[in-house]
Structures are given as structure tokens and as C-alpha cells.
């Protein structure tokens, strides 16, 4: 009997077979976008493996997990795992898993990127140069005094697998590192201090925790207020996480010279968001982890993890602590 397959996300059928290597006979079936939860639950009923989505946000909650009882996996194509009820699942004996690690480094580029081009004002000059202007301008010239990654603090909240990579590349920089996360870590170079302290003594912060219960609006006005005036913000986790409406509000005052944003509260950022229109932000349309070398590993990992769960064996990476096939 062929296993049934559901696919969330937005890949074609040929690639979806092409994750079992043609050891197992499956039957795929395909929830197109745009996202139609009856469309979910008819999808997963039944069936034996689904392939969560991240980016449509499909949403798995407690009515179609209650259809999936006997599914051996949820994979999400993805690190975050934020559109399935994974509590629910961990309740009906259903292990969610999810691609943790796949874009670690890519996304790590891209915040070093962000943080040098916010510290060095890199797209100003460019707007300027565009505009006819150069350097010698005294106006230019005061735009683009910058600072040195090497000579500012950066505060990193959740040294798990980005945070750790972003902050090994800092080092490389000589730059002072300081990390928070509820996790012991360790990674040398970099002291574990409090939220408190980290929000209080840093020029450069960004963002790398999983948002979940806890995490949502981490980052309120509170938090903001006790950044140092002149600091820089750098979301690339989960939009979420951060109150938008607070970041717009620290922007606006000046209290914070500017931000780098891969994620958003709502997503794709509304054309009226006033994140639009700000000089000193750096936006990126949820890309951060978007290389060849990364959707590679992600393909490789969401593959091997299905042919696990088929195999009998224990899957890779499961957030919800459901222990099934070998261990």
C-alpha cells in the first residue's frame, strides 16, 4: 500500500517524489496556494507523512492534527515551526520536526550584511550617488561617517544555530559579543549576560530566538527604551517577535538610528507599512536564508527525514518531543 503523502508547501509533485529516491511507492497529494484550510484538512486526512508549509502559512491546528492520527511525521521545510500546533501534535503522538540549521550560514551572512550596512550607512550613499552627489559634499560626507564592526558591541538574543554562526563570523571582526539565550551555550568569544544587560550595553543587536509563546513581542516598547540611543536593531527570526509599531515609534523619535528587517508582523509587509519609507532601514522580503547552497541542504534534510520516518526510524530534529521508530 502506498504511503499518502500531503504537501503543504509549495512544491511541485516531481519533487516531492524525488525526496524518496525511489525506495517507497507514495501517493502525493498538493494543497496549492493561496492557503484554504478546508483544502488543509482534506490534504491530511489520512494521511502518513505532511510536509508542513512556512511561508503560505498553512495552518496544521488541532482540527486537522485530530484527521492525521497515525501520521508518522510533520516536516516542516524550515527552521520555524510556528504554523503547526506542535502541543496538540505532541498530545495525539504526532513528532513534528523541522529543518533546523539548513540556511544557518546564509542567514548569518545576511545579518553581518545588515549590520555593516546600517553601521556604514552603505544605502544612503547609494541613493546619494545615484542622486548626483558625492562624498565631498559636506552633507554626504556627514551622512556617510559610519563606525567599525570591530569597535561596537553586538548583543545576539538566541545563540542556536544562526546566532552561533553570526557570531563566530564576528569574531573575525574583533568585535565585543554578548548573547542571551535559555539555553546553556557556549561559544567562544561571546558572554552570556541577561536581556537586561544586553539590551543596555549594545550597538547592534539582533535577533535569533524562535518565536513561540515566550518570544512573542520580546522585543515591546520596554525592551526599545533600553536600548542605548543611537543603536541598531536586526530581525531575522520571526516578525513577531518584535512590536513593530514600538520599532516604528523608536525609529521615528531617534532613539534608534536605524533597523535591518528580514521578518514582519504581518507578511508580505503592507504597501502602507512606514517601514516603506525610511532612510535608515534595511529591508529584505523574508530572503535572509534564500541561497543555492541553502535550499540544497533544506531539500536534503526534508528528504532524508521522510525516508527515516517510512524506514521506521527515529526522524531528525523533533521540536515536540515525540519519541517514535528506532532510537
Avoid at 511541485?12 to 525526496?19: F, G, I, L, Q, S
Avoid at 516542516?76 to 496538540?88: I, L, N
Avoid at 509563546?213 to 536586526?234: D, Q, S, W, Y
Avoid at 534564500?290 to 528528504?303: K, N, Q, S, Y
Wanted: one cysteine or more; a neutral charge.
Amino acid at each position: 500500500m502506498n504511503a499518502r503523502v500531503a504537501c503543504l508547501s509549495p512544491f511541485d509533485e516531481a519533487t516531492v517524489r524525488a525526496m524518496f529516491q525511489g525506495r517507497h511507492q507514495v501517493d502525493v497529494v498538493l494543497v496549492p496556494p493561496p492557503p484554504a484550510q478546508p483544502a488543509v484538512l482534506a490534504a491530511c486526512t489520512g494521511a502518513d507523512l505532511v510536509i508542513g508549509d512556512q511561508r503560505h502559512k498553512h495552518r496544521v491546528d488541532r482540527a486537522v492534527l485530530e484527521r492525521m492520527r497515525g501520521c508518522k511525521l510533520l516536516q516542516m521545510p524550515s527552521v520555524g515551526f510556528d504554523t503547526v500546533d506542535y502541543r496538540a501534535a505532541a498530545e495525539l503522538g504526532i513528532p513534528v520536526a523541522n529543518a533546523a540549521g539548513y540556511n544557518k550560514d546564509a542567514v548569518a551572512d545576511w545579518t553581518v550584511m545588515a549590520m555593516i550596512a546600517l553601521l556604514r550607512h552603505s544605502f544612503q550613499g547609494d541613493r546619494a550617488l545615484r542622486a548626483g552627489r558625492w562624498r565631498r559634499d559636506d552633507p554626504v560626507r556627514k551622512q556617510m561617517l559610519g563606525r567599525e564592526l570591530g569597535a561596537v558591541t553586538v548583543g545576539i538574543i538566541g545563540l542556536g544555530n544562526v546566532g552561533s554562526s553570526v557570531a563566530r563570523r564576528l569574531t573575525a571582526f574583533g568585535t565585543r559579543i554578548l548573547f542571551t539565550d535559555v539555553v546553556a551555550r557556549d561559544v567562544a568569544g561571546a558572554e552570556r549576560v541577561t536581556l537586561d544587560t544586553l539590551l543596555k550595553e549594545s550597538e547592534v543587536i539582533c535577533i535569533h530566538t524562535p518565536l513561540d509563546v515566550p518570544t512573542g513581542a520580546l522585543i515591546g516598547a520596554a525592551e526599545l527604551a533600553k536600548m542605548k540611543r543611537g543603536a541598531f536593531l536586526i530581525n531575522a527570526a520571526r516578525g513577531p517577535i518584535v512590536d513593530q509599531k514600538a520599532l516604528v515609534h523608536a525609529l521615528r523619535s531617534g532613539h534608534l538610528a536605524g533597523a535591518g528587517l528580514d521578518v514582519y508582523e504581518v507578511e508580505p509587509l503592507p504597501v502602507d507599512s512606514p517601514l516603506r519609507t525610511m532612510e535608515n532601514v534595511v529591508l529584505s522580503p523574508h530572503a535572509g536564508g534564500a541561497t543555492v547552497e541553502a535550499d540544497a541542504r533544506l531539500m536534503e534534510m526534508v528528504g532524508d527525514n521522510l525516508r527515516r520516518a517510512l524506514d521506521g526510524q527515529a526522524p531528525l530534529n523533533v521540536v515536540n518531543a515525540v519519541r517514535v521508530g528506532a532510537q
